[in-house]
């Protein structure tokens, strides 16, 4: 037996050991809603989408719930490393994401591509009929986060997005630290300061022959044509308009994430984005903000600040205390009386939608299983993705923005409101 297939295993008897003692298994995996997924394998057949770092990584992850049957990527080197080290050489690889959706025996896919091909192969994953979990930031623009949400209601096909921080990795702490805002332990929120470590500059850079191995027009995909560099693919991607949307939605896509969770704006967003960035002014080199100061008014009146000069982390300030919380700690007087004053038992279950924290990816399948809404659904990340992009055209155009929440509409400037989705090159349109 192989460690993947004793991965599963062990998986699938924890899932039936829980539904017959009703303990390690909560409500969502009840009788009725084993009955409802009845016709779901017990071992989803996946195709991995996108296999450069992080994309194999999440592919990693999902071994022991699923069989990687293909592995999709631009890269031809990319796909046969990841080929050999995730399924010994025996997936199927394909150049081209549309073969492995065409294919009726795949169920879910991972999507770790580069940010601007995370919506179009999302939409049409789904539309294809498979479930779905891609790495942040979920979308290019606005318009993208909408055209998703759209999908997945009309599907009904289940979409988790790589938000980690809302499962209960990284020690859980981000998880505590919601659960304590929402019950009140600093009083009345008043300020959400995030602070985001300041991103790499570089440029300009020089032009390069395409590598026999990558298909660099499908790399560019909806971006405009340019000429080849390497800085523009791997990591560096993130750091050009073209591809992403810096560091706002690189981190701020975790950190900002939490935030308007923990405050109650998970479904909703800000009303009033002022600020003020650096950007670069380099030909062919990284363009996106190297230095911003943001801040954004939400409707229950709490102020999310957001910039590079601070402690990169969250800290939430009430009129009846502060904490700070990012990935190493979690520290302040509120969480010292966490030992004396606990939180309710409960807190947490319910902020993870009755089930027990842990694997973000396991959280994907228990989901896929069950027919129902991950724990990092489109919904809320779309609203916190809004609030990343709007902060973007705001340093971008130098103005203030008015946004309003329910309409999702930028009120009085045209121009911003037209920032809401960007020109795709023919071709490679995301369409609904």
Known sequence: MTLRESHRRDFLHTSVRGLAAGVLAPYWFSTAKAEEVSDKRDCPRLGAIGVGGRGTD?????????????ICDVDREH??????????????????YRHVLDRQDIDVVTIGTRDHWHAKIAIEAMQAGKDVYCEKPMTLTIEEGRQIAQVVKQTGCVMQVGTQQRSGEYGGQFLTAVAMVREGRIG??????????????????????????????????????????????GAGARWWYEYAGGQLTNWGSHHVDIAQWAIGMEQSGPTAIAGSATHPNVPNGYNTATAFHIQCQFPNGVEIVIGDGFDHGILFEGDAGR???????????????????????????????????GSHMRNFFDCVRAREQPISDVFTHHRTLTTMHLANICIRLGRSLVWDPDTEQILGDDEANSMQSREQRRGYEVVV
């Open 58 to 70: 999440i592919a990693n992850l999902a071994l022991p719930f699923a069989d990687i049957v293909a």
């Open 323 to 357: 904490f700070f919380v990012n990935r190493g700690k979690i520290t302040g007087k509120p969480v010292e009386q966490l030992r004396e004053q606990p939180l309710p038992e409960d807190a947490i279950s319910q902020l993870y939608r009755g089930r027990r924290p």
């Open 79 to 96: 796909a046969d490393r990841a080929r050999s080290k995730l399924t010994d050489n025996k997936a199927d690889v394909f150049e081209d």
């Open 188 to 233: 009345k929120v008043r300020r959400v300061t995030i602070g985001l470590s300041r991103p790499p500059q570089g440029g300009p850079f020089a032009t390069r022959s395409i590598p026999s191995q990558l298909n660099w027009d499908m790399w560019l995909g909806q971006a405009p044509q340019v000429d080849y560099c390497p800085e523009r693919c």
